[in-house]
């Protein structure tokens, strides 16, 4: 069973979306994501200053059985990505919550078309 917390938004392409106390949101996969890549090797983040449009392939995330692109859930523009997790891509398998991929900035963007856990987690039990 994957974990799921309760206090994020998610897609069906399996981020995670958390909406920081400033505004800006974090972007990362899911425990249920990483589990189905397997061992992962190797991160592709977006560079900060990058404008990005909603559903665009912005990263790759690629591990020992696949590569796998990541899509920015909203539009706007990436403040950051995580060089930590791109010098220890095998953290997002330890921790796929905290080792998050990149930031975005998306002023008024509408997150109400995402699944909550509950709904996340129906979606990948019917996979």
Known sequence: MSNIPADLKYTSSHEWIRVEADGTLTIG??????????????????EAG???DAGEACAVVESVKAASDIYAPVAGEVIASNNEAIDAPESVNGDAYGAWLFKM???????????DAAGYLAEIDQA
């Open 29 to 46: 996969i899911t425990d249920h994501a990483q589990q189905a890549l397997g061992d992962i090797v190797f991160l592709e983040l977006p």
């Open 105 to 115: 900035r998306a002023d008024g963007a509408d997150l109400s078309g995402f699944m």
């Open 50 to 52: 990058r404008i990005v």
